[in-house]
Nanobody, 126 residues
Framework: PLHLAESGGGSVNAGGSLRLSCAASGYGVRAYCMAWFRQAPGQEREGVAVISTDGTESIYADAVKGRFTISRDNARNTLHLQANSLTPEDTAMYFC???????????????????WGQGTQVTVSG
């Protein structure tokens, strides 16, 4: 399993941007599918974006499409989420997640993901 640690959250005004990072430690990180999920108070956890093991393909939730960009650096074992044009509806705890995959393409369901970080809070006011 991987150990995942998120950073980069904070409080911003609507229209602002944040860059979230997730540092992964463990063996064979490049073989893991990785994704960002979020959970707002009183709501279920939802998928934000998924990225393939080699970083060439990504899938986004409709709510963030065109505003958020997921990327990964397999040489540095890091995952990123660039979040632009933030709105109060983006306020949530953001989680990095991963699972060991035999396929380059990755699944979107949170139930597939076995390794999770502690989360980083994003608060958007305005």
């Amino acid at each position: 399993p991987l150990h995942l640690a998120e950073s980069g959250g904070g409080s911003v005004n609507a229209g602002g941007s944040l860059r979230l990072s997730c540092a992964a430690s463990g063996y064979g990180v490049r073989a893991y599918c990785m994704a960002w999920f979020r959970q707002a108070p009183g709501q279920e956890r939802e998928g934000v974006a998924v990225i393939s093991t080699d970083g060439t393909e990504s899938i986004y939730a409709d709510a963030v499409k065109g505003r958020f960009t997921i990327s990964r650096d397999n040489a540095r074992n890091t995952l990123h989420l660039q979040a632009n044009s933030l709105t109060p509806e983006d306020t949530a705890m953001y989680f990095c997640a991963a699972y060991l995959s035999t396929s380059r393409q990755c699944l979107r369901s949170q139930f597939q993901y076995t390794d999770w970080g502690q989360g980083t809070q994003v608060t958007v006011s305005g």
